[in-house]
């Protein structure tokens, strides 16, 4: 799942030209985590900056993360998140089992897909 923080680094968003307003503190999509890079020096972030859009001071950062099958989510889902990767289960007291959670995450891509063919 993808994360939107709580906070939006206006930074960022000036230098990658982002105007609109930002949806914040929600899981905004889903993707497929497919390897991690881990760099050796900053000389080796740089040479890949053109394959992110991580922040300049990245250089402090030691390993990159590709992913690929990226999906929105139609409606984001509230979620308070934290640093990192971290866990997301839903209230346990609403859905019993574990496997409605993937199908929530499956029709919300079926919705999309026959929403805009």
Same mark, same amino acid.
């Given at each position: 799942?993808?994360?939107?923080?709580?906070?939006? &680094?206006?930074?960022?968003?000036?230098?990658?030209?982002? /105007?609109?307003?930002?949806? /914040?503190?929600?899981?905004?999509?889903?993707?497929?985590?497919?390897? *991690?890079?881990?760099? @050796? =020096?900053?000389?080796?972030? $740089? $040479?890949?900056?053109?394959?992110?859009?991580?922040?300049? @001071?990245?250089?402090?950062? /030691?390993?990159? +993360?590709?992913?690929? @099958?990226?999906?929105? %989510? &139609?409606?984001?889902?509230?979620?308070?998140?934290?640093?990192? +990767?971290?866990?997301?289960? %839903? =209230?346990?007291? &609403?859905?019993? @089992?574990?496997?409605?959670? /993937?199908?929530? *995450?499956?029709?919300?891509? &079926?919705?999309?897909?026959?929403?805009?063919?």
């Amino acid at each position: 799942m993808i994360h939107a923080p709580i906070k939006i &680094r206006t930074e960022d968003c000036k230098r990658l030209k982002i /105007t609109k307003k930002l949806v /914040t503190g929600v899981i905004i999509g889903k993707a497929e985590l497919y390897d *991690v890079k881990k760099y @050796n =020096s900053s000389k080796e972030v $740089k $040479k890949d900056q053109k394959f992110h859009f991580a922040a300049k @001071n990245f250089q402090g950062k /030691t390993f990159g +993360f590709k992913i690929k @099958n990226v999906k929105p %989510l &139609r409606i984001p889902i509230p979620w308070k998140g934290q640093l990192g +990767f971290f866990d997301v289960e %839903l =209230s346990k007291a &609403r859905i019993k @089992n574990k496997d409605i959670v /993937t199908d929530i *995450v499956d029709e919300e891509y &079926r919705y999309q897909w026959i929403g805009h063919h």
